[in-house]
């Protein structure tokens, strides 16, 4: 399949200096959803970044950064479980586990 999305929109819009550019969105296949960003913050700060699929209803699943530096590039694979289609792919960054300083969405295509 290997489709990429990269269309995505502020729903909340950065803050405090910290922001998410470059995001990108690649569907590796239909349950594996490949997250990219650069981190955007004042500089040297840790930062966290979250990546997470969903539909109407909640989550289906999500992953988490380990603690990197503004700056810095990230990669998060989100992999699906179970026969439910993705609606919506989301990212966000953090100052702090939990933090948030700027989330953008992407509503994606359902095949």
């Not at 594996?32 to 650069?38: D, G, M, P, R, S």
Request: net charge neutral; glycine share 6%; hydrophobic share 45%.
């Amino acid at each position: 399949m290997n489709r990429s999305e990269n269309s995505f929109e502020d729903i909340l819009p950065p803050s405090r200096g910290y922001s998410l550019s470059r995001v990108r969105l690649e569907m590796a296949t239909p349950a594996l959803a490949i997250f990219k960003a650069k981190l955007n913050g004042p500089e040297g700060m840790p930062v966290w970044a979250r990546a997470w699929l969903s539909t109407e209803a909640g989550t289906l699943a999500e992953s988490a950064s380990p603690q990197l530096k503004a700056g810095d590039e990230v990669t998060l694979e989100v992999a699906l479980r179970g026969a439910v289609s993705a609606q919506y792919a989301y990212m966000r960054i953090e100052s702090a586990p939990l933090c948030t300083e700027h989330v953008v969405v992407r509503k994606l295509k359902l095949v």
